[in-house]
Every structure is written in C-alpha cells, then in structure tokens.
C-alpha cells in the first residue's frame, strides 16, 4: 500500500467516523456502536482534565490531539497515532486540540482477551512487551480493517454477517504491529499481567468493600510483597491507590449521570466519612465535588 494510499484511507476512515459520531454522540462526546468494545469519542473545544482506570484499549486519533498522564509518565498525540493501554492502569487525560471547525475524533476499542489469546499463537512475536502504554503511528493495515468495521456500522445485517471476521481481523493486525508484544501479554494466562488482572477484577467488582491484601495476593496466586511489587509495575499506582480511584471514579459518575448528592456518592463508595471523601475527591479531580458539579452543569 502506498503512502497515498494509507492517506486516503485515513481520511476516508475520519469521514466515516466523523458522520456517524455527528449523528450518534451523546452530551459528553461518546458514541456508542453495535460493535462490542468499539466506540468513538467528539469533542468540539479542549476539554476538562478526565481521571479514568483505563481496561486495555487502542484509542486511534483521527483528529485533534490529546495528553494522557500515568503516575510516572506524560504522552501527547495527534492524528495519525494510537496509544496503546495494554494493563488497567489509572490515567488523566485531556483533549488538547478540537474546536467547533475542526473537532477531535478518536475511535476507541477495548481488546478482545480471548481473541487476543487465540490469535497470538498465530502471529510472530514482535515489538516490546514491557511498557504498558505507548503511542505509535497507526499502521495502515489497522486502519485498513478499521475502515471496513466503521462503514458497516449503518447496515445491521451485514455487520452481522461480517463484522466478527472484520473484528477479529483487526485484532490480528494489531498483534503484528510494533505494540504486538505488549497486547499478547495479555492473552497469556499465567503472565504477571494476567495474575494482576485477576486481582484489579475483584477491586472493580468490589470497589466499595474493604478489600484485603492478602485475599489480592492470593488471587494472584502471589507472596504479598511479589504482589506489591507487580501491581505497582504494571498498573502504577499501589492497590490501595488504585481502589480509592475507582470510588472517586464511580461517586463521580454517580453524581454527575446519576445526579447524586455528595453524602449519597461517598457512601455509596464505600467511605465513611464525607469530609474525607471531600478532601480524596479535591486532590485527584482539582476541584471539591460540590465545585466541580457546578463547572460541569455550566460546560454542559
């Protein structure tokens, strides 16, 4: 495929995106699709600083541009590039670059674990499968199969007929690309990444809940300081860090969607005390929840 070619490509996969998202999104910019695990993001201005714990994904920039931060590390990309989230790690994020003229799409899909797992067997290992999260050019294969599952999205019956083949097509692409090494991790079952991802599914289903380490560690099939150690390197926050970010997620959600009262929220969460609540909230979200409704109340 030639440099032109992928071009065009890329732009005929922003006009696909950009029609159906007009059509679609939601008040917060989110378009949800028929296709499990695929979605879009629009944005028409620079948007909030958003705090998330991110499942493994491929978010591929179409247009605009975005910073994702981790603990340790900051990331910027614009169109033409995908970061690539290959663990449950906590981010902040904020849409840098769109405006009314020129929006910021991003078409998003979480990673398919058991296509991942039966498709890596195919495909030579390749790239570096250390980093959790890393930004790279799209490859033009990717948005090649991106393209043929995005214009299928208006016909239901040949999405239906095709789109598990286009899907699992895409995955494949992926898995040879220079993140290839990264995604495969996360298909094998008695990786570190798949021992602490059983561990983060019992944080995300019992988030409210006092969780202990040791129940954690032993779900890992871990010792507890081993368990300590991985969860840090590869979700890079500490277990403890990163149950109290999914409450303030979750009373977030809850208050902003679900128009909650910030007493409700918190001890919907799991906490006992509001003041503390208040203080946890103000430091990862800059903004005590009472202020921080009010400014999203004005911005919507």
Avoid at 11 to 23: E, G, H, N, P, V
Avoid at 59 to 66: F, P, S, T
Avoid at 93 to 109: F, G, K, M, W
Avoid at 133 to 159: M, N, Q, S, T, Y
Wanted: glycine share 8%; proline share 5%; hydrophobic share 45%.
């Amino acid at each position: 495929m030639t440099l032109a070619h992928s071009n065009d490509t890329a732009d005929q996969l922003l006009t696909l995106c950009r029609r159906y998202a007009d059509a679609h999104a939601d008040r917060h910019g989110m378009v949800a699709t028929p296709v499990p695990g695929l979605t879009m993001v629009r944005a028409l201005q620079p948007g909030d600083l958003q705090v998330a714990i991110q499942k493994p994904l491929i978010a591929i920039l179409l247009q605009g541009r975005k910073r994702v931060s981790t603990l340790d590390e900051s990331f910027e990309y614009a169109a033409g590039e995908a970061m690539v989230i290959a663990a449950d790690v906590p981010t902040a994020s904020q849409i840098t670059e769109a405006s009314i003229a020129r929006p910021y799409y991003a078409l998003v899909l979480e990673f398919d674990l058991l296509l991942v797992r039966e498709l890596a067997e195919m495909v030579p290992n390749v790239g570096d499968g250390e980093s959790a999260i890393r930004v790279v050019p799209v490859d033009e294969r990717v948005i090649g199969a991106a393209h043929r599952i995005v214009e299928l999205l208006d016909r239901p019956h040949a999405l239906t007929a095709l789109g598990g083949g286009l899907l699992r097509e895409l995955h494949f692409w992926l898995l040879c690309g220079p993140h290839g090494a990264a995604i495969r991790r996360l298909g094998i079952a008695d990786t570190h990444a798949a021992r602490i991802g059983r561990a983060v599914d019992i944080l995300r289903e019992n988030f409210a809940r006092t969780v202990r380490v040791q129940e954690l560690a032993e779900a890992a099939g871990m010792s507890e300081p081993s368990f300590h150690q991985h969860f840090r390197a590869i979700t890079t926050v500490t277990p403890l860090q990163f149950q109290k970010q999914l409450r303030l997620i979750e009373a977030r959600r809850r208050m902003l969607a679900g128009g909650a009262g910030i007493t409700q929220a918190a001890h919907a969460v799991g906490y006992a005390s509001v003041p503390q609540f208040t203080r946890d909230y103000a430091r990862m979200f800059s903004l005590p929840p009472g202020r921080d409704m009010r400014r999203a109340k004005e911005n919507a």
